[in-house]
């Protein structure tokens, strides 16, 4: 059976002396048997590189342009962050898609450059509170993930990782019920299914106010291969003892 993957997002958090202590502490704590990875901002990632050379904490970006070098100002390309060390890099964050207007298309751009620069994109998908109520779950799952065709070819959407994230879960303390959240993720496990051989082989991940307390639940879930963790990955204590509920 394969181990689970725990992944922290740190958002727009951090700084040079914090990095340090956090994951000095991180990468003694989490244990063997849990895949563990971080997603920081860009200007850390030589930081962070260095202080896990020697750890088996991987470490990714949270964002990547659509395009490759050129004028393109502002932008960090996939080569770059390749070029940098990062495994993983997180494409459709909710925040990214409602703060910053991306859309499915410009999601699967993204995933596809990173999958070209030989990372692993991680795909967040997830409805809105809105959109719950209204009973659009698996239609607005299907739509986000349909994009995710263009990326073209079963060899290449077997290395995509999707993170399940309701965005009414996301740093609010309110968690879906396991039910809720086994459905969605089998949905995601049907909809990779009906695409490529080996959908077992994906990893789908749970994302949404996960903590200490829940963690175990969540990831004992049928489909579930591990978690995307926000606010509470920025706690050392807190992080390690999800990626133990992992084990
Ligand atoms: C996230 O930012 O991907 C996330 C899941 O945040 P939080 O764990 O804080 O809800």
Not at 194 to 219: H, T
Not at 220 to 246: H, N, R, Y
Request: proline share 3%; charged share 20%.
């Amino acid at each position: 059976m394969k181990s689970s993957l725990v992944i922290g997002n740190w958002k727009s958090n951090g700084s040079l002396s914090g990095n340090r202590v956090l994951l000095d502490a991180v990468a003694s704590g989490v244990p063997a048997g849990v895949r563990c990875a971080v997603c920081v901002p860009y200007p850390y990632l030589a930081q962070v590189g260095e202080i896990l050379e020697d750890s088996a904490i991987a470490f990714g970006s949270q964002d990547v342009s659509e395009y490759g070098y050129g004028a393109y100002t502002g932008e960090v390309n996939a080569e770059m962050l390749a070029e940098f060390g990062c495994r993983f890099v997180i494409v459709g964050h909710s925040e990214r898609r409602s703060l910053f207007d991306e859309s499915d298309e410009t999601v699967a751009r993204k995933a596809g450059a990173v999958l070209d620069a030989n990372m692993v994109p991680v795909v967040c998908v997830g409805e809105t509170l809105a959109q719950r109520d209204a009973g659009e779950v698996h239609s607005v799952l299907q739509q986000q993930l349909d994009a995710l065709d263009t990326v073209r070819g079963a060899s290449r959407l077997a290395g995509l990782v999707v993170a399940y994230e309701p965005v009414w879960a996301i740093g609010t303390g309110r968690t879906p019920t396991p039910e809720q959240v086994q459905d969605a993720l089998g949905f995601v496990r049907a909809w990779f299914a009906a695409r490529i051989d080996d959908a077992d082989a994906v990893d789908v991940l749970y994302g949404g106010s996960v903590k200490a307390g829940n963690a175990a639940e969540l990831f004992a879930l049928p489909d579930s291969d591990g978690g995307l963790i926000g606010g509470a990955s920025l706690v050392a204590d807190e992080f390690v003892a999800i990626c133990a509920a992992a084990v």
